[in-house]
Every structure is written in structure tokens, then in C-alpha cells.
């Protein structure tokens, strides 16, 4: 039975992990969502993704998820017309981030919802070793 809460452990504490990850990815995206290109006519932030994946892990036997990739979104920038800014191009058009705040804070709630998730099968398995141990006494 140890051997199962702490496999159970080990899942959610890779869950927890690759969560944490996430919520990393989505401040970036939020503290960049304004940030446009040095130069004239140059490409400003890209949102930036995270994509997970399955992963075996050997010292437990049991399948994990990790972080497969943090890729970069390849949307259309949206333009502004603001020919004083520095980063206008000829046309007085500045290329402003793909990043919108709106699916940024979707994507939070659903990744604290998801750590929180995980956090409660590690207490409550923890728990259970905890009330074993005191039955062995």
C-alpha cells in the first residue's frame, strides 16, 4: 500500500511541476503584452505556448506528464496606427503582441485549478500514510 500512495505522490508532484511551468509561461505572456519591436517595423513579443506529454517514470513505474515543449504562438500580429512610435513602420503601422489577456487569465484559472487538483490527491495521500503509520504503532 506504501508503495501506491507514493507512486500516487510522485504523479501529482510531476502534475504540480508541469502546472508551475505553465503559470510561468502565462506571466511572461502577461508582462509582455504590450511589449512591441525596437526597431521600425520589426516583430514584437510572440506569446509564447507550453505543451505537455507523457512520460514514463522508471524509478516508480508510473506514467508522469512533463513539459514537452515551450513554443512560441505563430498567430497574426494585430496593427495599430501610431506613426510616432518608434517601432512604426513606413506606413505608420505598429505591429503590437499576440497576447491576449483574456485567454491568458482563462489559461491561469485552469492551471491553478489543476495545481490546486493535484495538491489535494498529495494531501489526501498523505494522509493515508500518515493514519498507517499510526495503525502500526
Given at each position: 500500500?506504501n508503495?501506491?500512495?507514493t507512486?500516487?505522490m510522485t504523479?501529482?508532484?510531476?502534475?504540480?511541476?508541469?502546472?508551475?511551468?505553465?503559470?510561468?509561461v502565462?506571466?511572461?505572456?502577461?508582462?509582455n503584452?504590450s511589449t512591441?519591436a525596437?526597431?521600425?517595423g520589426?516583430?514584437?513579443y510572440?506569446?509564447?505556448?507550453?505543451?505537455f506529454?507523457n512520460q514514463l517514470?522508471r524509478?516508480?513505474?508510473?506514467e508522469t506528464?512533463k513539459?514537452k515543449?515551450?513554443?512560441?504562438d505563430?498567430?497574426?500580429l494585430?496593427?495599430?496606427y501610431?506613426p510616432a512610435?518608434?517601432?512604426?513602420?513606413a506606413q505608420?503601422?505598429?505591429k503590437l503582441?499576440?497576447?491576449d489577456s483574456?485567454i491568458?487569465?482563462?489559461?491561469?484559472?485552469?492551471?491553478?485549478?489543476?495545481?490546486?487538483?493535484?495538491?489535494?490527491a498529495?494531501?489526501?495521500?498523505r494522509?493515508?500514510?500518515n493514519?498507517?503509520?499510526?495503525?502500526?504503532?
Open positions: 500500500m508503495v501506491d500512495l507512486k500516487s504523479v501529482s508532484a510531476a502534475g504540480m511541476e508541469a502546472q508551475t511551468q505553465r503559470l510561468r502565462i506571466a511572461e505572456n502577461l508582462a503584452q512591441t525596437s526597431a521600425p520589426g516583430d514584437p510572440r506569446r509564447k505556448t507550453i505543451t506529454e517514470d524509478a516508480s513505474g508510473v506528464v513539459v515543449e515551450i513554443g512560441t505563430k498567430g497574426e494585430p496593427r495599430r501610431e512610435n518608434p517601432a512604426a513602420d505608420g503601422y505598429v503582441p499576440n497576447v483574456f491568458e487569465m482563462m489559461d491561469m484559472r485552469e492551471a491553478e485549478r489543476s495545481y490546486n487538483a493535484n495538491l489535494a498529495m494531501q489526501a495521500s494522509s493515508m500514510m493514519r498507517t503509520i499510526e495503525l502500526l504503532k
